[in-house]
């Protein structure tokens, strides 16, 4: 099976025991705490990695480290991963687990990059468009990239809608390319 029909599977798993407990949202944060963590920590995912190792040892420091910090559900889910030996897929399976609920609650993730700054009111204005025509709530991460020179990219499932000074410039060189 392959590692992100896995970490599906996983992240499917842990979703039906966050609704169980009504804690779908909970997961997700605590999910991404430790995925964030394992991922600024080299170290932490080195230790992870390593065979050395024993589960009930990653189990102990896992614990200390988030027990605290992250719901029981969520918990429990760390648990049954390192228990499985599955510990280098916990970003995937919290990566897995966010677009799962996210098409759950009916919600796009959408980032929007643009060559300068936009203001609230713009982005606002762009998210509305966005939710109306998609029918579906709409989380936009918004970046600015000035390599751009002007306009904006949209992504959102995969897909991109280049409407950059950039992009129209290269599409033009292509086409010039092609034609003689």
Same mark, same amino acid.
């Given at each position: 099976?392959?590692?992100?029909?896995?970490?599906?599977?996983?992240?499917?798993?842990?979703?039906?025991?966050?609704?169980?407990?009504?804690? *779908?949202?909970?997961?997700? *944060? %605590?999910? %991404?705490?430790?995925?964030?963590?394992?991922?600024? @920590?080299? =170290?932490?995912?080195?230790?992870?990695?390593?065979?050395?190792? %024993?589960?009930?040892?990653?189990?102990?420091?896992?614990?200390?480290?988030?027990?605290?910090?992250?719901?029981?559900?969520?918990?429990?889910?760390?648990?049954?991963?390192?228990?499985?030996?599955? =510990?280098?897929?916990?970003?995937?399976?919290? @990566?897995?687990?966010? =677009?799962?609920?996210?098409?759950? *609650? &009916?919600?796009?993730?959408?980032?929007?990059?643009?060559?300068?700054?936009?203001?609230?009111?713009?982005?606002?204005?762009?998210?509305?468009?966005?939710? *109306?025509?998609?029918?579906? =709530?709409?989380?936009?991460?918004?970046?600015?990239?000035?390599?751009?020179?002007?306009?904006?990219?949209?992504?959102?499932?995969?897909?991109?809608?280049? &409407?950059?000074?950039? %992009?129209?410039?290269?599409?033009?060189?292509?086409?010039?390319?092609?034609?003689?």
């Amino acid at each position: 099976m392959r590692m992100d029909a896995l970490a599906r599977r996983y992240a499917g798993a842990l979703l039906q025991a966050a609704v169980d407990a009504g804690a *779908e949202r909970e997961v997700r *944060e %605590g999910l %991404g705490l430790v995925a964030r963590t394992i991922a600024d @920590r080299p =170290e932490l995912g080195a230790f992870l990695r390593s065979p050395c190792h %024993g589960p009930a040892l990653k189990l102990a420091v896992m614990s200390d480290l988030f027990g605290a910090r992250v719901c029981a559900t969520a918990m429990s889910g760390v648990r049954l991963i390192l228990a499985r030996g599955r =510990e280098r897929m916990i970003q995937d399976i919290a @990566r897995a687990y966010g =677009e799962l609920l996210d098409r759950r *609650e &009916n919600r796009v993730r959408v980032s929007l990059v643009s060559a300068r700054p936009l203001g609230p009111d713009c982005i606002g204005r762009v998210r509305a468009l966005l939710a *109306e025509r998609l029918d579906m =709530e709409v989380a936009m991460d918004v970046a600015t990239s000035p390599g751009l020179i002007g306009g904006c990219v949209i992504s959102m499932g995969g897909r991109a809608l280049d &409407n950059s000074l950039r %992009g129209r410039l290269l599409d033009i060189r292509d086409r010039m390319m092609k034609s003689g």
